[in-house]
């Protein structure tokens, strides 16, 4: 793990339990969702299996004026997006703004009850301490609780043990590896050379804006390119590194906004080219894989070598494999 350290929050009957949508109650069946920044607001996207008749969006929206939150529902006629309410959104930032320290971009909901994990190193366990006994203090229309601090747990995101252990099965996951193969000029020519370095890292949070932020663990002391580094723990050799680029504002317009679900993701680069790991919902496979061509096709990558390395059962391994996140 690169961030070995994790908080999980528990935000209480934050979402409907009881509002029909077709044969599905939204709340009924634990998910998991993403969350984004776009225009200096966070949101999440969720996807549902049918067009919305008015009688439900209505449901929805009696509910969402009850709790004080914002779904909009014209969006795409099977997608609900929330706007995230702003001492939530608050708090994501206030966590996102310590150097090394992140919201996971996928947070799970279970039977109206939202998960939420903050992940860190231990040099900066203090502030993010701070930050979370802050938050879950301030009056808002919900209750919220932690519900585990410590480290993450079998090398995989905390969140997939969680889902276990309310009652749910990994053969209802998918994971995805993809390879986009450079040579060393694309290496150096893009993304301000950051793909020079070898070593792991994951996004600090997903946003539509012309800055990425990323968390290394680094193969080596002595990053490579043009990009704004910031040390983070000098012995896991972990930075973080602003990066002038569209690489993941690209990923969340044609990947999560027409997905619409979990997407625990994690990247390894080598001399050779960079690993994508991505474990997705099977029920939703093939639109994922859709989205991700969309983005391999766009005109500014058309010239890149991109290729699918593995689909497989998440539930087929005996543990999991290898996962750089």
């Known amino acids: 793990m690169i961030l070995r350290k994790c908080a999980v929050l528990k935000l209480h009957d934050v979402n409907p339990k009881f509002v ?41 929206q009696k509910f969402s004026k009850k709790m004080g939150l914002t779904y909009d ?152 390119g043009g990009s704004k580094i910031d040390l983070v723990d000098e012995e896991d050799h972990i930075v973080e590194m602003k990066v002038k680029s569209h690489f993941f504002s690209d990923f969340y317009h044609n990947v999560i906004k027409s997905y619409c679900g979990a997407v625990f993701s994690g990247y390894n680069c080598d001399k050779g080219g960079l690993t994508s790991y991505y474990i997705v919902e099977k029920v939703a496979q093939q639109i994922f894989l859709q989205a991700l061509q969309k983005q391999w096709s766009l005109e500014k990558r058309h010239h890149h070598l991109n290729y699918l390395l593995e689909i497989s059962d998440l539930g087929s391994y005996n543990e999991i494999p290898y996962f750089p996140y």
């Open 73 to 224: 529902l014209a969006v795409l006629a099977n997608i609900i997006r929330m706007e995230i309410p702003e001492i939530q959104g608050n708090f994501y930032d206030g966590i996102n703004n310590i150097t090394g320290c992140r919201v996971s971009p996928v947070t799970l909901q279970s039977r109206g009850d939202v998960y939420l994990s903050i992940e860190f190193t231990e040099n900066q366990a203090d502030k993010v301490s701070d930050k979370i006994l802050e938050f879950i203090s301030e009056d808002s229309p919900y209750r919220r609780s932690i519900t585990y601090m410590g480290p993450q747990q079998d090398k995989v995101p905390y969140l997939l043990n969680l889902y276990l252990s309310l009652g749910n099965s990994l053969h209802d996951l998918t994971m995805i590896k993809s390879r986009w193969a450079f040579k060393e000029k694309e290496a150096i020519m893009e993304n301000e050379g950051i793909f020079q370095n070898q070593g792991e890292f994951i996004p600090k949070k997903i946003v539509d804006d012309e800055t990425d932020e990323l968390i290394w663990r680094m193969d080596s002391r002595e990053p490579l």
């Open 20 to 60: 029909n949508i077709g044969d599905m109650k939204i709340g009924e069946k634990d998910h998991f969702h993403t969350i984004a920044r776009e225009k200096g607001k966070w949101y999440f996207y969720r996807r549902i299996e049918h067009q919305m008749t008015e009688m439900e969006k209505e449901s929805l």
